[in-house]
């Protein structure tokens, strides 16, 4: 047995604190399976399906694919948006997840999420340190490839959606504050969210024995809604930036954010197409969807802003790019091309709605707007996909969902419209409350935000001891 020596807070350091709260938490997440839940280990056997090698090398590209939106394309996105004096701290908020996000993954993420378990959380001892993951493939999941490679695939996605939350509370949040609320969040509703939508037996898994068949094909909500929503509440109880609105706060180097937004496009092929977890035409349709999703978007955000302010921004439609890719997300693998285009026209006008009108006129303060694209986006996507998924795009939606014995088509309608919301709803719930009640932990025990002067300064000096540039 460990003891430990309860010190009173103010006295214990501040890693000890860190190491104490996520070892309580993580205990906590695991005590509900017990020793009977904790499967026996078994004699690898040879896999009785062929490994696919177009497929494998499809998904192992779509791998660095999504691992690159990240690093560089969400480093250098967020990067540019901020002053000069924050630009090291903000990448640095993506960078260090990649190393965390993947160090949790390794030891008990992949399993919460995909190990079987109950409708809420996989069993997070099953593959404890990716024990039984390897070169044999998982039929439940992809059956031509290596469950090491879909491991891997999924373990992109882990790591960019806490990053995105970054994107809200820039530029006035602790370093010490943003790795404890991420190593939180990730265990308590990332991985969790993930099983009900995409696991063995997860509540809305369409798939896979779900009772409530949520499509998501991407990550609309295990991804986008999540982060966004969880962006929002932070962004409320961390507090505005020293200075806002009043001050202006302009991007320091929007070249830097329109090279991250290229590399966000390109990449999101990988997150998308990669979706389909072969390379065959479902992989093709999807790719093709997010094409046009984002082309649409970036259009009518532009005219938006051409007809209401005079002139399109660079800027502006690079943003519109973002909000049409998240909005395709959870649809690409559904809906047909036209769908496509017109999902993300909505998501360009709707979204720059959100950023520009509704954001001023609640007077939060989300920095990078994650909420407005990402969130707002989101939600348009899966609740027009409920009236918009088309069984010539993905047969399997027709009758791979049993109710009552019998297959049910998913294919679009009011009742499909209903599902996508009670999906849409419950994923919103959930991030909003556990966000909450992450923050007022962390808060307690480490405090939210650097003092008044570190801001001044800048988080690159007072957080990391560096400078971006030499003046």
Request: with cysteine.
């Amino acid at each position: 047995m460990i003891l430990v020596n309860f010190a009173p807070m103010n006295s214990t350091p501040l890693v000890r604190r860190l190491v104490f709260v996520f070892s309580c938490l993580l205990l906590l997440s695991f005590s509900a399976w017990g020793a009977e839940n904790t499967p026996q280990i078994q004699t690898p056997v040879t896999p009785l399906v062929t490994v696919n090698t177009g497929d494998n090398a499809w998904l192992l590209a779509s791998s660095a694919l999504v691992l690159m939106m990240t690093a560089p394309g969400l480093i250098l996105f967020y990067g540019g948006l901020v002053r000069s004096k924050n630009v090291l701290s903000t990448m640095m908020h993506s960078l260090i997840l990649m190393a965390l996000i993947s160090a949790l993954w390794m030891v008990f993420g992949y399993s919460m999420a995909f190990a079987p378990g109950n409708a809420f959380c996989g069993n997070p001892f099953t593959h404890l340190f990716l024990r039984g993951v390897g070169a044999a493939p998982d039929a439940d999941y992809a059956g031509t490839i290596p469950a090491q490679t879909f491991m891997l695939f999924q373990m992109m996605f882990a790591i960019i959606t806490p990053a995105l939350i970054s994107g809200a509370v820039a530029e006035r949040v602790k370093f010490s504050a943003y790795v404890a609320f991420m190593l939180i969040w990730v265990t308590l509703i990332y991985f969790p969210l993930c099983h009900m939508v995409w696991g063995k037996g997860g509540y809305f898994n369409w798939a896979l024995g779900g009772k409530i068949p949520v499509l998501d094909f991407a990550g609309g909500t295990v991804v986008h809604i999540s982060s966004g929503v969880s962006a929002l509440v932070f962004a409320l109880m961390i507090g505005k930036r020293d200075g806002f609105p009043h001050e202006p706060m302009v991007p320091h180097n929007v070249v830097l954010s329109l090279i991250g937004t290229g590399l966000l496009w390109v990449g999101w092929f990988g997150f998308n197409a990669g979706s389909a977890l072969n390379a065959g035409s479902l992989a093709t349709s999807a790719f093709a969807a997010t094409h046009f999703s984002a082309a649409a978007a970036a259009l009518s955000w532009a005219a938006m802003e051409w007809k209401l302010k005079g002139r399109p921004s660079v800027l502006g439609a690079a943003a519109g790019m973002v909000a049409g890719l998240a909005t395709i997300t959870p649809a690409s693998g559904f809906v047909s091309i036209p769908a496509a285009f017109c999902i993300g026209l909505m998501a360009g006008i709707i979204c720059y709605t959100a950023v520009t009108k509704i954001k001023s006129v609640c007077g939060y303060d989300d920095s990078l707007d994650v909420f407005g694209v990402h969130g707002i986006g989101s939600v348009i996507g899966m609740l027009m996909l409920g009236f918009l998924a088309n069984a010539e795009v993905n047969p399997a939606i027709t009758n791979t969902f049993h109710a009552n014995g019998a297959a049910v088509s998913l294919a679009g309608g009011s009742h499909q419209f209903i599902n996508q919301l009670i999906g849409v709803s419950f994923t919103v719930v959930l991030a909003a409350v556990g966000t909450f009640l992450i923050v007022k932990l962390v808060d307690k025990v480490i405090g939210l935000r650097v003092d008044q002067e570190d801001e001044s300064v800048g988080l690159d000096l007072s957080q990391h001891g560096e400078r971006a540039y030499n003046e």
